[in-house]
């Protein structure tokens, strides 16, 4: 886990804030070594809304689904971005290198 507090993203509208606050919180919890993962219990994230908080909700979700599935050919295309975002992250990137194994081993471990 970060040594970090917070971690605060401010941009306007339509920036991508939705995608980003997804894409940090599948790498916090993706660089989860604990069994049974449980870093997600820990990752606190804020929106202005409680609409915007269930699109993230609903994103992380759907994007944990689909990266633990056998065949990445049927990832939609926001799934996609985040997989490679993941792939080049620098918190998942530390210690090991990242391919889909990895990716999919760690998303199934996080929904179960």
């Known amino acids: 886990m970060q040594n970090k507090n917070f971690t605060i993203y401010k941009s306007s509208a339509g920036s ?3 995608f980003t606050l997804v894409k940090e919180y599948l790498a916090l919890a993706l660089n989860d070594t604990s069994e049974p993962p449980s870093a997600y ?3 606190l994230a804020v929106t202005f809304t409680n ?3 269930a699109e993230m909700k609903d ?3 759907k994007a ?3 990266l633990s ?3 990445y050919t049927e990832l939609s295309n926001n799934s996609k971005k985040l997989l490679e975002a ?3 992250h620098k918190k998942l990137n530390a210690f090991q290198q990242l391919d889909d194994i990895f990716i999919r081993k ?3 471990n996080v929904l179960t």
């Open 16 to 18: 991508g804030k939705t």
């Open 41 to 43: 219990r820990r990752i």
């Open 51 to 53: 609409k915007a908080a």
């Open 59 to 61: 994103r992380i979700i």
């Open 64 to 66: 944990l689904k689909e």
């Open 69 to 71: 599935m056998d065949d």
């Open 86 to 88: 993941l792939k080049q």
């Open 106 to 108: 760690r998303a199934n």
